[in-house]
């Protein structure tokens, strides 16, 4: 194991936080948290706002949600358990999104993991949605951003979670390599070599994963690569107000 | 990264948890759990054993130990924040146990992060104690066992910390080479994972974490190299009524 790439002289702080539940004992001087459910929250959030939603107003209980149901202009989706909530007509899934007639509507969430850590983290200077959707977009804007970072993971029902904290990851060593940030937290350091390991590879975590089967029993492998597969959007969502809405950044070309 | 080595057939179950905090999300159902504090409650209570001690009592508060300062037969042990309590004659420093006289005597301790979980973890079928030093000791002994095992990470005051998770991943990997067990978690897979990133060289764990610095400031690298030595030790401290005593076990040789 080599020693994580460091910068003595860096000026800002990338750290990870793998459960919600931490968020309190990780959020000081963070001036911007990214919110990450990679399978399928913040995914979906992506994919919804790259096929022209106009705002998502993420809600932690199926009841707030359910309001909106059949509302002229509002999209209610609710999930649980990885399922759609009986009486809804969409859940978590990205693919139902971008499948879906949602141009200008507004998307009212609620969900098992993501929007619980939304939730949580509301009161941070700024609030934004990552995604391997969105990667080199959230990344480069980071970098531009001369703030603390705190990358926030879901994780599955307060527990720690491969897919996020290995997106964790992959942000970190490009805020790295910029030479801006340093870290200073275990969890930092576990998820670069946790990305290390699986930078060849994404779809390979979950294979890894005995989670898998709930995967497969939900029919769900086709959401899983798509939300696997990087840099398919340069919109960044970010939280105005208690609502999501599109921030389109330019990504520079290689 | 290749898929964690798993066998379907498995009768077992091995499974690691990050921090104290989280151990009511992963106890149900395992029968003995590992607490794991490598810098350096449980490095000590081994080291404490391996030189003669008889009993030692986890206490949770610097109040219950004070009690036994200077009594006969006793040594009272406090560490908060890595320093020694003030008016302890002893903290939880594994070389400061093995150069004292602590034959046959009872060592009331308590300590920023290991003492609490294994106050957490009291109520486990069975509780014993692991470190760098009796790992091998310990990784045959559960094989033995016919149970479920859960390593239980004691952290950083409730954070991620690293030696804890790559100990842990080294029992796990032992435990997977057995084919008797298998895993569910994704924290499991994580801790193999950073198991295999630092297998090489132990140290080198320390060197990525600015953490390092205090270990410095502290003056505890003599200690950290000793906690980070496998196979000092064939002794398993395990729980009876409250109270750690020391299991020996036999290790087969290669």
Redesign the interface.
Known sequence: ????S?NPDYKYRVEVC??P??YP??SQDMGIVVVIDILRATSAMVTAFEHGAEKIIPVGTIEEARQYIGRSGYIAAAERDGEVVEGFPFGNSPIAFAQADIEGKTIVMTTTNGTRAINLAQGAKQLVIGSFLNMTALSNWLITQNENVLLLCSG???????ED?VFAGAVMDKLLESGKFG?????S??AK??F???R??FM??L?????RRRIEKLKLNEDVKYCLTPDQSSIIPILREGVLVPMEVEVPKD
Chains 1, 2 share one sequence.
Not at 156 to 162: H, Y
Not at 183 to 187: A, G, I, Q, Y
Not at 207 to 211: E, T, Y
């Open positions: 194991m080599k020693p994580a460091r793998f459960q539940g931490q004992l990780y599955w029902k307060d527990k720690f979670n491969l904290s870290l200073e937290e275990d969890s350091i576990a070599y946790l290390m390991a699986a060849d590879n390979s975590i294979k890894a994963a005995p989670r």
